[in-house]
């Protein structure tokens, strides 16, 4: 871990997520671990950090070429929840997160993106850089997953696109979806499904803690 941190920026060369099946339209992971591919290592923590809080980072660079510049993490602006929306807005407010400039046509992927900025210099490690974008990505809270969700429309839309020799179940099983009775949604896969199921039984066990405790206090 200590030479991972002390690593200089001038060690670390750009990612092509593309060569990991990623393209900039399609930037919803398959799991975690597919973060360690295809994030460069000073924005690394920061954006495992996101991703468990729940919420969607969708490019990213800190490397060799940024240096004299600054590194960047894109988060998707559609994918807070309001409660981190009103924290982003007080991270602008302060000037440690530069105004917003979103798009009003949302691309391929669908949300509009937010970029987070830090400074880079020539002499930094790649601990340097880590720390500044940590310092702004724990400033976020626990949410629920609101992106990956696609409509009962939003798939078939894929089908028409393709032709009528696809069914919509061809679609659903060929991309991975998972579809969620309760929501009547499908999930873009099974991992967001898996974490939209855990933060509803972390709050559903708090709120029962929380019952308990005023009975008890009754």
């Not at 660079?61 to 994918?79: H, L, R």
């Not at 069914?167 to 309760?182: C, H, R, T």
Request: with cysteine.
């Amino acid at each position: 871990m200590e030479n991972y941190y002390n690593k200089e920026i001038s060690e670390i060369n750009p990612i092509n997520a593309q060569d990991y099946g990623y393209n900039p339209e399609e930037a919803i992971v398959k799991n975690r671990e597919d973060l360690r591919k295809i994030i460069e290592e000073p924005c690394l923590p920061a954006c495992l950090k996101l991703y468990d809080l729940n919420i969607q980072t969708v490019k990213s660079s800190a490397n060799n070429g940024n240096i004299g510049d600054k590194a960047y993490i894109g988060i998707n602006y559609d994918s807070l929840d309001e409660n981190n929306k009103n924290i982003l807005n007080n991270l602008i407010n302060t000037g440690i997160v530069e105004p917003l400039n979103l798009s009003d046509a949302p691309n391929d992927r669908g949300g509009r993106d937010v970029t987070i900025k830090v400074p880079i210099y020539e002499k930094d490690t790649v601990g340097k850089v880590s720390d500044r974008f940590m310092q702004i990505a724990s400033r976020f809270e626990q949410q629920d997953v609101l992106y990956g969700r696609h409509t009962h429309e939003d798939v078939l839309k894929i089908v028409s696109s393709i032709g009528s020799d696809v069914s919509l179940e061809d679609i659903v099983d060929a991309y991975g979806f998972i579809y969620d009775d309760e929501l009547k949604i499908y999930w873009h896969n099974r991992e967001l499904y898996n974490k939209h199921l855990q933060y509803q039984n972390k709050q559903i066990n708090q709120t029962n803690e929380t019952r308990k405790h005023d009975y008890q206090g009754e």
